[in-house]
T-cell receptor
């Protein structure tokens, strides 16, 4: 199993540009998550999904959108990038309600 | 309000000595508790969890954690630290009524000196 994969690993955007961060998992997990990690801070939940076709906002959803058309994929869309969105983005998945989350390697995004 | 606190930004330990990384929480009901580790430029890796049962939980890489309900704590411990244990450690708590979300601590940087 590849686990949770994320692309790209690094990206530099100009203010106002848009992009999609890709996330895929091959563990047949129902739950998937997007977090951002700012320097010296813990993780903040952006969006999550409990299954294909179902998504919901987390703590910091503004400026982002997600979709979950399949169990495997959970892309995160940034519209009109802003410097405040400079961060490291992690995707995670888990199989059941009490289970641990599995994390991808992260995407380091810089908005200039 | 639900919260997780890791009161130490950094913990320094000499190799071979025991280590403790502290975590306290404030959530309603009986929580699920987790510890994760993050090595530089990597994603988070699961170490251990407490759901129910024995208050002492054993996990990966020789780590263990003790759930203390009266003190609302879940401190991470290891009897003998290795230099390779140097990393960022995160405590997380899931309230069973929180709609599947984890509440994360800010992280503690553990430095093991040879």
């Amino acid at each position: 199993n590849a686990g949770v994969t994320q692309t790209p690993k690094f990206r530099i955007l100009k203010i106002g540009q848009s992009m999609t961060l890709q996330c895929a998992q091959d563990m047949n997990h129902n739950y998937m998550y997007w977090y951002r990690q700012d320097p010296g801070m813990g993780l903040k939940l952006i969006y999550y999904s409990v299954g294909a076709g179902i998504t919901d906002k987390g703590e910091v959803p503004n400026g982002y959108n997600v979709s979950r058309s399949t169990t495997e994929d959970f892309p995160l869309r940034l519209e009109l990038a802003a410097p405040s969105q400079t961060s490291v983005y992690f995707c995670a998945s888990k199989g059941g309600s009490g289970n641990e989350q599995f994390f991808g390697p992260g995407t380091r995004l810089t908005v200039l | 309000a639900q919260s997780v606190a890791q009161p130490e930004d950094q913990v320094n330990v000499a190799e071979g000595n025991p280590l403790t990384v502290k975590c306290t929480y404030s959530v309603s009901g009986n929580p699920y508790l987790f510890w994760y580790v993050q090595y530089p430029n990597r994603g988070l890796q699961f170490l251990l969890k407490y759901i129910t049962g024995d208050n002492l939980v054993k996990g990966s890489y020789g780590f263990e954690a003790e759930f203390n309900k009266s003190q609302t704590s879940f401190h991470l411990k290891k009897p003998s630290a290795l230099v390779s244990d140097s990393a960022l450690y995160f405590c997380a708590v899931r309230d069973r009524d929180s709609n599947y979300q984890l509440i994360w601590g800010a992280g503690t940087k553990l430095i093991i000196k040879p």
